[in-house]
């Protein structure tokens, strides 16, 4: 099909925006593309290589000369079975887990505000747009990775309601965390998204708001319906 499109799905930490984006990926038979597990998993290899001093400083050139290839490393999506869902790999290991740990969310946002790492990741995310019939999540898809993506959604939240998702989703997987910790966490992961040099976390101009404090994943799936119709997208 030629006319399938690219859905940049943005916003803020744990707005709940890979459950939105793999929800509307699912209803239009697209592939979903979680981008900020890209980081994450670069994050894990700067981690594992010793590329984060015992300080919390970071050894850029180290991680810039791993990620141009020496010694070479690689990040990756597979899609996985079914459903068009997409698997994170460092270097043929199958890393979704280990790149959820608050260690990871810790450092995630100063390994992403590195220029050369975004380049290494939007290289990437591009080569998987060619192929259209895509939705991404993450913080700078419709204004720096595609934008001419042909549909742009932003997501929010109330800093609660999203500090008490994250919270329940991690103690869900065992984590051991404080509620305090994690918005702590989320708004300071806030701050450095928004007030980085390259491509900081902003709305696209042409990008439609979706507040979804209140709202369950259903009301969330009917109000892209509606979208979809007044946009004369439907059939895509
Ligand atoms: O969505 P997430 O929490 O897994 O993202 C992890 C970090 O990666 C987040 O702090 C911001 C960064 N990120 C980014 O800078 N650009 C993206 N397109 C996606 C994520």
Same mark, same amino acid.
């Given at each position: ?44 290899? *700067? ?7 015992? %300080?919390?400083?970071?050894? +850029?050139?180290? !991680? @810039? ?47 992403? *505000? ?7 990741? %939007?290289?990437?995310?591009? +080569?998987?747009? !060619? @192929? ?105």
């Amino acid at each position: 099909m030629t006319s399938r499109i690219i859905i940049a799905v943005d916003g803020y930490s744990s707005t709940g925006k890979s459950t939105f984006a793999k929800a509307i990926a699912k209803e239009m038979g697209y592939v979903y593309i979680d981008t900020g597990a890209m980081y994450r998993a670069v994050t894990l290899l *700067a981690m594992r290589s010793g590329c984060v001093l015992d %300080d919390g400083s970071m050894d +850029e050139e180290r !991680l @810039r000369r791993l990620l141009s290839g020496h010694p070479s490393a690689d990040v990756s999506f597979r899609t996985s079975g079914s459903g068009g869902a997409s698997e994170t790999w460092l270097d043929g290991e199958n890393v979704e887990k280990q790149i959820r740990t608050i260690e990871i969310s810790r450092v995630v946002s100063h390994v992403a *505000a590195l220029p050369f790492v975004r380049q290494y990741v %939007d290289k990437k995310l591009r +080569e998987i747009g !060619l @192929r259209k019939g895509v939705v991404m999540d993450g913080r700078d898809i419709g204004t720096a990775v595609f934008p001419d993506a042909e549909l742009k959604i932003f997501m929010t939240a109330r800093p609660q309601v999203r500090a008490m998702r994250r919270y329940e989703e991690m103690t869900a997987r065992g984590h051991h965390v404080s509620y305090e910790e994690i918005l702590g966490n989320l708004s300071e992961r806030d701050y450095i998204d928004t007030h980085r040099e390259t491509a900081p976390l902003r709305q696209a101009d042409d990008a439609v708001l979706l507040d979804n404090s209140d709202m369950t994943v259903e009301d969330q799936i009917m109000w892209f319906r509606d979208l979809l119709k007044t946009r004369h997208l439907c059939g895509y």
